[in-house]
């Protein structure tokens, strides 16, 4: 089952633009995660935010999380050609329960 | 440090056959979780495998299966296959069972079942 829900579904922006996919997730977390996915291969771990963290920052990626609405942003900042792809967030619930992902949101940046 | 590694790569099989994927984990990392991802949808959980013990399973029916090796490599095994099982199968190791520090993909097997 999934837990978490991106939106949108796909976006298409221009390069140097901004991107921001939100995710929304329905039980309580431990910690929320974004991959990313070129072209239906493996995923690539791109950030972690854990449950009492409110952002956090990598290069050009910004996560927020709001654990009272249940839901978390990945903002992709002077997007590039290269950052087309599928991203998906995935939660973890609690103890040793596995990472629960979303559906995604397929990013497509035109040079 | 290598990462994760799967394999093959791609597979056909037929409806009925059975088939064994393999994956081997990043050095260090004890566990490996299995996925299964359909076309445009994102990653179902199948099992995972924590020091050769399984320490989870999806909604995933008995002729799923999987292995867990001392060097902590594992296997995933499917008999009877259907045409619904055709995916891209991903293979992902960690350092520990709690998802703490996030998960080392494989670049997947892409299973097709005609």
């Known amino acids: 089952s999934q837990q978490g829900e991106e939106d949108p579904q796909a976006l298409s922006i221009q390069e140097g633009e901004n991107a921001t996919m939100n995710c929304s997730y329905k039980?309580?977390?431990?910690?929320l995660q974004w991959y990313r996915q070129n072209s239906g291969r493996g995923l690539v771990h791109l950030i972690l935010?854990?449950?009492?963290?409110r952002e956090k920052h990598s290069g050009r990626l910004r996560v927020t999380l709001d654990t009272s609405k249940k839901s978390s942003s990945l903002l992709i900042t002077a997007s590039r050609a290269a950052d087309t792809a599928s991203y998906f967030c995935?939660?973890?619930?609690?103890?040793?329960?596995?990472?629960?992902f979303g559906k995604g949101t397929r990013l497509s940046v035109i040079a | 440090e290598t990462g994760v590694t799967q394999s093959p790569t791609h597979l056909i099989k037929t409806r009925g056959q059975q088939v064994t994927l393999r994956c081997s984990s990043q050095?260090?990392?004890?566990?490996v979780s299995w996925y299964q991802q359909a076309l445009g949808q994102g990653p179902q959980f199948i099992f995972q495998y924590y020091r050769e013990e399984e320490n989870g399973r999806g909604n995933f029916p008995p002729r799923f299966s999987g292995l867990q090796f001392p060097n902590y490599s594992s296997e995933l095994n499917v008999n009877a296959l259907e045409l619904d099982d055709s995916a891209l199968y991903l293979c992902a190791s960690s350092a520990d069972r709690a998802s703490n520090y996030g998960y080392t993909f494989g670049s997947g097997t892409r299973l097709t079942v005609v």
């Open positions: 039980t309580s977390i431990n910690n």
């Open positions: 935010i854990r449950s009492n963290e």
């Open positions: 050095s260090g990392h004890n566990t």
């Open positions: 995935a939660t973890h619930s609690s103890g040793n329960t596995p990472l629960v």
